[in-house]
């Protein structure tokens, strides 16, 4: 098999996750596949020698081509909500029944239509962050944004989201139910619990200082490593809405020293974030939630 054979192999093993990531962001099936097809020109056009993690890169560059397209949109002024009707799944090819399965999960009409009300940044990483788990680190890169700003996007995203009550990410307090079950499974070190509540894929993040002062390490994959860790932590967490989603903090004389933040999806917990940076503290919007 020739080199180019292996590298077209890659691309198709990572298409589904492009497709739905390339979908929530346009809201149309045609205009995903022209985004991914894109993101296959640049990758047959680019020397991979250096690329460590294919799918976080072609993640990247499909939402660099994503935000392209939803600029020009704007500008072409062509695609108000009054004159553009977003496709439900059911719309889709059905030729991949695994895809669609993927796209059904993750898609939802209403939190389609409530993203077209989003500016392209803000859209973006809400999506890349809140449903695909990527780190403000490689979002900061495409917004032109540092990682701060990143985070506020998402963050103001977030709580246009959820303001949609007919938005099944919108619920908080069941939300909330999910990471409170975590923090007490985590706390009596059960680790089976841990496990249902965890999505296989979870991945957890840590900046510099989170990890100096929690002992991780900066990344975590997988539900069973994540229960792992956790098992038998956070007794000192207190519970928390971080940047409006369920969160837990660690205070240390008066302090917040640790904001976690929780990523849920489809009723299990697929991305944490640990910070511990007093600057990215201060950025943060943290409420505390009484027990």
């Known amino acids: 098999m020739s080199e180019k054979d292996l590298l077209a192999d890659r691309f198709e093993a990572n298409r589904p996750q492009l497709r739905a990531v390339a979908y929530r962001m ?132 977030r709580r246009r989201v959820q303001a949609d009550a007919t938005t099944p990410e919108a619920d908080l307090p069941r939300q909330r139910e999910i990471v409170d079950a975590f923090l007490t499974a985590a706390r009596g070190g059960e680790v089976t619990t841990l496990l249902t509540l965890l999505d296989p894929d979870v991945v957890v993040r840590a900046d510099s200082a989170a990890t100096r002062l929690g002992g991780t390490a900066a990344e975590i994959r997988g539900a069973e490593r994540v229960a792992g860790f956790f098992a038998g932590r956070a007794r000192g967490a207190r519970t928390a809405v971080v940047d409006g989603v369920p969160g837990a903090v660690v205070v240390v004389q008066g302090r917040i020293r640790i904001a976690i933040s929780f990523i849920v999806g489809n009723g299990r917990i697929i991305g944490i974030d640990a910070v511990a940076d007093l600057e990215q503290l201060r950025e943060l919007d943290i409420t505390m939630v009484s027990d």
Do not use: K
Not at 84 to 105: G, I, K, W
Not at 142 to 151: D, L
């Open 26 to 157: 346009l809201g149309s099936s045609a205009e995903a596949d022209d985004a991914v097809q894109e993101a296959w020109l640049r990758l047959s056009r680019t020397d991979t020698s250096e690329v460590d993690n294919l799918g976080a890169w072609l993640t990247t560059v499909v939402g660099r081509i994503c935000l392209d397209m939803l600029r020009s949109r704007g500008s072409r002024r062509e695609d108000s909500l009054e004159a553009r009707t977003v496709e439900p799944v059911a719309a889709l090819e059905q030729d991949d029944p695994e895809r669609e399965a993927m796209l059904a999960d993750s898609v939802g009409l209403a939190l389609l239509v409530v993203l077209e009300t989003l500016t392209p940044a803000e859209r973006l990483a809400f999506v890349l962050h809140d449903l695909f788990a990527v780190p403000y680190e490689e979002i900061a890169p495409i917004v032109g944004r540092s990682p701060a700003a990143s985070r506020q996007l998402a963050s103001r995203a």
